[in-house]
Structures are given as C-alpha cells and as structure tokens.
C-alpha cells in the first residue's frame, strides 16, 4: 500500500477553478494507478476520474465532460486533479486512492485512500 495526502481543496465561485493535489510515499509509485473519487453529504461516494501507472490512459465519469483533467508526476510522486467551470453541485469531499495494477472506476477495486481534501462551490 501507498500513503495518500491530498490538498488543493477549497471555496470557490461557480465557474471557478481548482486544482486538487494528492502525495504518495513509496519507491514504485508508477506500478499503481491512482483515482479520484468524491462524496457529497448524504451520498455515495462516486467516480471522477483515474489514470493508469505511466500517465498513459486515463478514465472519466461521464458527467465529467471535459471540466476535470487528471494528471500524474511520476517524478514528484504526485498525481493531479485540475477542475474547471466548477458548479455548486461539484461540492464534495473529494478523495484520491491508488491500486497496483490497471485503473479501473469502482471504488472497491482500490486499496489505499487518502483523508479526503473539502471542495465547495458557492452559486
């Protein structure tokens, strides 16, 4: 397993933008492929968006439609979230996870899990 710690979060207008970040520990951080998911109060948590070990591949939920671009720095042990055109209902706690192997989009396909990073959009 890897140690997740994400940042980023915040307050922000509707249209606004963020940049979510997520750390890991370990030596063979490009083995895993990392997501993000997020939970909204009173909901489950959902999938946003995940890339394979290399940066080569990545996956998106379908309501993400182009606002959401996942990325990873393999150099710095660190994969990204950039969001833009963030609406109201984007509020969320938004979590990174990692899995040796394939991305994939289910939550129980991952195995480690960061604290979750608060994401609030204002209308």
């Known amino acids: 397993q890897v140690q997740l710690v994400e940042s980023g979060g915040g307050l922000v207008q509707a249209g606004g933008s963020l940049r979510l970040s997520c750390a890991a520990s370990?030596?063979?951080?490009?083995?895993?492929?990392m997501g993000w998911f997020r939970q909204a109060p009173g909901k489950e948590r959902e999938f946003v968006a995940a890339?394979?070990?290399?940066?080569?591949?990545?996956l998106y939920a379908d309501w993400v439609k182009g606002r959401f671009t996942i990325s990873r720095d393999n150099a710095e042990n660190c994969m990204y979230l950039r969001m833009k055109n963030l609406k109201p209902e984007d509020t969320a706690v938004y979590y990174c996870a990692a899995r040796y192997g394939r991305a994939g989009d289910k939550a129980y396909e991952y195995d480690s899990w960061g604290q979750g990073t608060q994401v609030t959009v204002s209308s």
């Open positions: 890339i394979n070990g290399y940066g080569i591949s990545a």
């Open positions: 370990g030596r063979t951080f490009s083995s895993y492929a």
